[in-house]
Nanobody, 125 residues
Framework: QVELVESGGGLVQSGGSLRLSCAAS????????MGWYRQAPGKQRELVAT???????NYEDSVKGRFTISRDTAKNTVSLQMNSLKPEDTAVYYC???????????????????WGPGILVTVSS
């Protein structure tokens, strides 16, 4: 019912920048929280940054001051501006949507957590 699609990943040198974007599609009424997670090879998936519809953000400590999350609530998009990238930022980055309410005929329904397929970010040293 709701699909998340990421874009903007790729290969960048250490110290460089990338901007990830994620668009949610479907009959969406609202999304409470949108965010980004990442999973490096051999490691567990971890939170990178989240942003509520009310504007409250949360960042993983290692990205504070380097990454900035933003969203367009009306368009159901979320972006992650990543600056001063380090090789340890190399991972598959996943877009996440929490508290998704969709419009159905005659009613609304709250969906479980929704994940995008992931996009690879590689930072070379």
């Amino acid at each position: 019912q709701v699909e998340l699609v990421e874009s903007g990943g790729g290969l960048v040198q250490s110290g460089g920048s990338l901007r990830l974007s994620c668009a949610a599609s479907g009959s969406i009424f609202s999304i409470a929280v949108m965010g980004w997670y990442r999973q490096a090879p051999g490691k567990q998936r971890e939170l990178v940054a989240t942003l509520t519809s009310g504007g409250n953000s949360n960042y993983e400590d290692s990205v504070k001051g380097r990454f900035t999350i933003s969203r367009d609530t009306a368009k159901n998009t979320v972006s992650l501006q990543m600056n001063s990238l380090k090789p340890e930022d190399t991972a598959v980055y996943y877009c996440n949507a929490l508290g998704v309410i969709v419009n159905l005929p005659g009613r609304r329904e709250r969906l479980p957590e929704v994940w995008g397929p992931g996009i690879l970010v590689t930072v070379s040293s």
